[in-house]
């Protein structure tokens, strides 16, 4: 499975942003799909997953209720809408594959496959 995020840009305080991951492959569907998240001298951090059929999603307590993950197998597509937007969401946002149940979504050492990353700057 390759990845391509895209999506990122130069936002506001309060500002959304939408972030795309488009997936090669005919096995999108099959794969639970992860967003994470990396700042300047931060360790790589989890976002959001949804599981494979869409039925379940999962969220950082740092975005819940802010940021939406979501899927369409259709357009072997992943979605990251990002709400209110604060300065420390800012960094570089990168969406993953895996196979892995939906107990270690949050484990960014379990996941496969990864896109190239898309920058999303937040300015107050």
Not at 60 to 71: E, H, L, N, P, W
Not at 104 to 117: F, I, V
């Amino acid at each position: 499975v390759q990845l391509q995020a895209s999506g990122g840009g130069l936002v506001q305080a309060g500002g959304s942003l939408r972030l795309s991951c488009a997936a090669s492959g005919r096995t999108f569907s099959t794969y639970n799909m992860g967003w994470f998240r990396q700042a300047p001298g931060k360790e790589r951090e989890f976002v959001a997953a949804i599981t494979w059929s869409g039925t379940s999603t999962y969220y950082a307590d740092s975005v819940k209720g802010r940021f939406t993950i979501s899927r369409d197998n259709a357009k072997n597509t992943v979605y990251l809408q990002m709400n209110s937007l604060k300065p420390e969401d800012t960094a570089v946002y990168y969406c993953a594959a895996t196979t892995a149940g939906r107990e270690l979504l949050s484990l960014w050492g379990k996941y496969k496959y990864w896109g190239q990353g898309t920058q999303v700057t937040v300015s107050s």
